[in-house]
């Protein structure tokens, strides 16, 4: 993931960080996260994130990233721009499941 990140290729970089699902590492996608900052990158980003089980992981990602106060106006665009592309289905079982919010 480092790698994708130095070569500022950040889809590579987010698909390699949310591989594991649930066992993802926050800090890894906090990093894409962080250093995506360009609305065309992030939308680039979030159109890589196929799987709706990755999308509903980002986004659970990135309420725990806002609770948190880290990256918070990048953060919000994430958020803009996942829940254009995955709907608001993705929010809601991202608000709704309880049991992941405690491994997340």
């Not at 590492?25 to 065309?40: A, F, G, M, N």
């Not at 609770?67 to 918070?72: G, L, P, V």
């Not at 958020?79 to 929010?91: D, M, P, R, T």
């Amino acid at each position: 993931m480092e790698a994708a990140l130095k070569s500022k290729n950040f889809p590579e970089a987010l698909q390699l960080a949310l591989q594991d699902g649930l066992g993802s590492d926050p800090e890894s996608v906090l990093k894409v996260v962080s250093k995506t900052k360009d609305e065309t990158e992030i939308a680039k980003c979030v159109m890589s994130v196929t799987d709706p089980d990755s999308q509903d992981i980002l986004m659970r990602l990135l309420y725990k990233f806002l609770s948190e106060n880290q990256s918070s106006s990048t953060c919000l665009k994430w958020h803009q721009a996942l829940s254009k592309h995955a709907g608001v289905g993705c929010i809601m079982r991202a608000l709704a499941d309880r049991t992941l919010a405690m491994t997340v």
